[in-house]
């Protein structure tokens, strides 16, 4: 059991290209971090600097107490699951597992009994004899945890380890790591790009983003409270709305207390349709319906602010959304019809406000 | 392709008989003659059922050898070209193996410059070095040995390319996972390239089996006892031409035992050959 602490840490290629920009965070005894981000954020990078399959170019990556920059991976008593899972092909399930356990000139009898009782922990007690050939992908997902539980390793690394799985079966192994992880209480490190998964699995969030975290926090401070404009729009799906506004307009919003340019953001499922005005500080959007998109429980309602609404636009627009469509998140299945024109509401509490350029939250 | 004609299959395999024949033939011939006595081929009376000497023949080739020209029996020979295909092979393999790994998964200096140097040996075969590498043969007092029939054919940059292409299609993270397993280099070699390389080391072994066993050229220069030379040679050596009979029969019964090796390795290992031409399965 033990913590790990990244201190500053950083990795520039052999070209010059900055992949980690200085990276600080402490993932406590036994909790389940996840590092979230798009392709190419320096996750993985980070994940795989933790293993030491990448050297630190610098800073200080400390598992337990003890600085493992110059430590080999075998040595850093931790254990990896890779995306591809990356068993061995021509062993059997029980020598995929076995084989780390050998080579660390542990005694047969002990080997076999981790492994037996790693088979029954995941149950593949019936499959110990098959080569990975002949499984299924979820039973591969299954092989390629076994061989992580068997070093009983002080740190679990996970490299997107669902995202081969089809959907179904992705939710399924999706809980049934994190209950693993809970019973076994070791700590654990967990990559991946999608943010439902993020924010199921994790103690820690730490959201990334071009080689920089953004934010760090429990799921639900981040989704509540995003510090940046990236943030806002990465975590929560769809979504949350940024509609840029100018000093005047923040004036007009949230009274003289801020005095510059910024950008407004409310989350799809925190705006209502409703004809009647909010109550006071609230926002009301106008919008003609352009898509709908009925999910089950749920109504997705995409549309454009149409001039003469409560806000004008300005210029930029960050975030991922155009600077003219908001999207809306319903219950139930009511719909308005496609170019119906709405009246959209949404309270003052829920309302989110960010610096012009996107990288700071303002209170207010 | 799939067509549904009456007479849809006739064409393909008339061809394929045909082709069948032509190689089949001439094979047949020379089994027939290695069954006759040498005053009836030499008569040209040869009939195309074999006669009644088979066991004889035989007999006096494996183990007595011609009365005149070659003085060591076919056996020897068979022996000779044996070791030395074996050794041919599996040294070319074991070599070229090493030299991937080397070449694929370590990083040092000039390890380019060393891969185009093995990539550029293929335009020298040993007919175009064959004199300086006799010399060196000759200084290293090789000739007449084994060593010197089998050394200077091992090194192989056909084979070191094959694995390089085969090892770079592994991925990387198996040896990722060998690393946070404990396997350090020599163990990653020997517990996961060498068996994922397996198909690919039986489609090499047995072309370069039929490659060593086929030399002709190379052991004519290296080898002047006759305890010592391979059944190519040999074959060549008991054709007379000067005013002595030819033993037809031994001489046929020699092409027949030379060809059954080759066909033997191919057959054996058929499976594997075409799953090492063929798989992609990691």
């Known amino acids: 059991m033990a913590n790990v602490v990244l201190r500053n840490v950083r990795k520039t290629y052999p070209g010059g290209f900055e992949a980690i920009k200085g990276v600080d965070f402490e993932v406590g005894d036994g909790q389940f971090c996840v590092l979230v981000g798009p392709s190419g954020c320096g996750k993985s990078t980070l994940l795989r600097m933790v293993a030491g399959l990448e050297t630190i170019t610098a800073g200080e990556i400390d598992i337990g107490g003890r600085v493992v920059n110059d430590v080999e991976p075998a040595d850093r008593d931790i254990a990896m699951v890779f995306q591809n899972y990356a068993l061995y092909p021509h062993m059997s399930v029980y020598n995929n597992m076995a084989y780390g356990l050998r080579n660390r000139g542990m005694a047969k009898p002990e080997i076999e009994a981790r492994v037996q009782e790693a088979a029954r922990i995941l149950e593949i007690g019936a499959m110990l004899d098959r080569k990975p050939r002949q499984l299924s992908g979820g039973q591969r997902q299954r092989v390629a945890m076994g061989r992580a539980i068997v070093r009983q390793p002080k740190v679990f690394l996970f490299d997107e380890p669902l995202s081969n799985l089809d959907a179904k079966l992705r939710v399924a192994m999706r809980v049934e790591i994190r209950k693993l992880q809970r019973r076994l209480s070791t700590t654990a490190i967990y990559v991946t790009h999608d943010q439902l998964e993020a924010m199921t699995l994790a103690d820690i969030l730490v959201v990334m983003n071009a080689g920089q975290v953004e934010q760090i926090g429990s799921p639900l401070d981040v989704y509540a409270k995003p510090a940046t404009t990236f943030v806002a729009s990465f975590i929560g799906a769809p979504p949350m709305n940024l509609i840029p506004l100018d000093a005047e307009g923040v004036r007009a919003r949230f009274g003289g207390a801020v005095a510059e340019a910024g950008v407004l953001g409310v989350r799809p499922e925190d705006l209502a349709i409703s004809s009647e005005p909010p109550a006071p500080g609230g926002l009301t959007l106008d919008l003609a319906v352009e898509a709908i998109e009925r999910v089950g429980p749920e109504t997705f309602v995409y549309g454009t602010r149409s001039p003469g609404g409560d806000l004008a636009a300005i210029s930029s627009k960050p975030g991922e959304l155009p600077p003219d469509e908001i999207i809306i998140r319903i219950p139930g299945q009511e719909a308005p019809a496609i170019g119906q024109r709405i009246s959209v509401v949404a309270l003052r509490h829920n309302l989110h406000l960010f610096s012009a350029d996107g990288r700071r939250r303002i209170a207010v | ?282």
């Open chain 2, 1 to 282: 392709m799939v067509e549904h004609r009456k007479f849809g299959n006739l064409l393909p395999h008339l061809v394929l008989w045909t082709g069948i024949l032509i190689v089949a033939f001439p094979v047949y011939i020379a089994f027939v003659a290695s069954t006759q006595d040498n005053a009836t081929i030499a008569n040209g009376q040869m009939s195309l059922l074999p006669g009644g000497h088979f066991l004889e023949t035989y007999y006096k080739t494996l183990f007595v050898g011609t009365s005149g020209t070659t003085r060591e029996p076919v056996g020897t020979m068979l022996f000779n070209s044996f070791v030395m295909a074996m050794m041919i092979a599996v040294g070319k393999i074991a070599i070229s193996l090493i030299s991937a790994y080397a070449i694929v998964y370590f990083r040092f200096p000039f390890r380019m410059t060393i891969f185009w140097l093995i990539f550029i040996t293929l335009m020298l075969p040993v007919e175009v070095r064959i004199y300086p590498t006799y010399k060196i043969v000759a200084d290293l007092h090789l000739l007449d040995s084994y060593a010197g029939l089998t050394l200077p054919l091992i090194a192989s940059a056909t084979a070191t390319l094959l694995f390089r292409q085969f090892f770079m299609t592994v991925p990387d993270e198996l040896l990722e996972a060998s690393r946070i397993d404990g396997a350090g280099p020599f163990r990653f070699f020997w517990d996961t390239l060498l068996p994922l390389s397996r198909t690919n080391m039986a489609a090499l072994f047995v072309i370069l089996f039929i490659l060593g066993w086929n030399q002709y050229l190379w052991p004519l220069l290296i080898t002047t006892r006759d305890d010592m030379q391979t059944i190519q040679i040999g074959i060549r050596k008991m054709i007379v031409t000067s005013d002595a009979l030819t033993e037809w029969p031994v001489v046929m019964a020699t092409a027949i035992l030379a060809m059954l090796p080759p066909v033997a390795v191919v057959v054996l290992m058929q499976k594997l050959f075409v799953r090492g031409l063929v798989e992609t399965e990691k």
